[in-house]
T-cell receptor, first 117, second 110 residues
Framework: EAGVTQFPSHSVIEKGQTVTLRCDPISGHDNLYWYRRVMGKEIKFLLH????????ESGMPNNRFLAERTGGTYSTLKVQPAELEDSGVYFC???????????????FGPGTRLTVT | RKEVEQDPGPFNVPEGATVAFNCTYS??????FFWYRQDCRKEPKLLMSVYSSGNEDGRFTAQLNRASQYISLLIRDSKLSDSATYLC???????????WGAGTKLIIKP
């Protein structure tokens, strides 16, 4: 079974430009999450989708960040305009609701390393 | 104060040694507890969920003390392949957010 995939793996952009990150969750997973790790800091939650609906976007840093999940499949995270402090690794994760010990396990993608110069 | 605090590390230990990681969390409403492992420039992967009764998986033992809001991970007979960053993670009752510690880097030396 394919895992969570993310594209691109790396992105280098200039301050003020726009970048769009993509995440494809594990097939059948209704829950999709975005997290971010900036240099020297812990991983931080950004937001959570259940299917196409935003369940929790309390971690989104500001209105320069826009996440979508049209159709409830893949998701995009757009940063516009990018600032220097947006540099970091953006992880996507997905999980499947259900009974059993794996109910809450979130499976992570390899991340997108974003560098804003 | 951080929500989840871990030993800053790194831990440099010889192969075969026993290693203990400690973690404390500040939110008493936290419901679920995990240890994740992250290799360099890779994604974090679930190592173990942590239960109040304690749980063991081979060389790995996790313990939870809710009264002290303390979580531990013990690795026995450490292997070179155990070298990684170990992340303490909690989740509260109200949502699906994972709250992460900064991680402790482990380096196993031959």
């Amino acid at each position: 079974e394919a895992g969570v995939t993310q594209f691109p793996s790396h992105s280098v952009i200039e301050k003020g430009q726009t970048v769009t990150l993509r995440c494809d969750p594990i097939s059948g997973h209704d829950n999709l999450y975005w997290y971010r790790r900036v240099m020297g800091k812990e991983i931080k939650f950004l937001l959570h989708f259940v299917k196409e609906s935003k369940q929790d976007e309390s971690g989104m840093p500001n209105n320069r960040f826009l996440a979508e999940r049209t159709g409830g499949t893949y998701s995009t995270l757009k940063v516009q305009p990018a600032e220097l402090e947006d540099s970091g690794v953006y992880f996507c994760a997905s999980s499947q609701e259900g009974a059993g010990k794996d109910r809450y396990e979130q499976y992570f993608g390899p991340g997108t390393r974003l560098t804003v110069t | 104060r951080k929500e989840v605090e871990q030993d800053p590390g790194p831990f440099n230990v010889p192969e075969g040694a026993t290693v203990a990681f400690n973690c404390t969390y500040s939110n008493s409403a936290s419901q679920s507890f995990f240890w994740y492992r992250q290799d360099c420039r890779k994604e974090p992967k679930l190592l173990m969920s942590v239960y109040s009764s304690g749980n063991e998986d081979g060389r790995f033992t996790a313990q939870l003390n809710r009264a002290s809001q303390y979580i531990s991970l013990l690795i026995r007979d450490s292997k070179l392949s155990d070298s990684a960053t170990y992340l303490c993670v909690v989740k509260d009752r109200s949502n699906y957010q994972l709250i992460w510690g900064a991680g402790t880097k482990l380096i196993i030396k031959p």
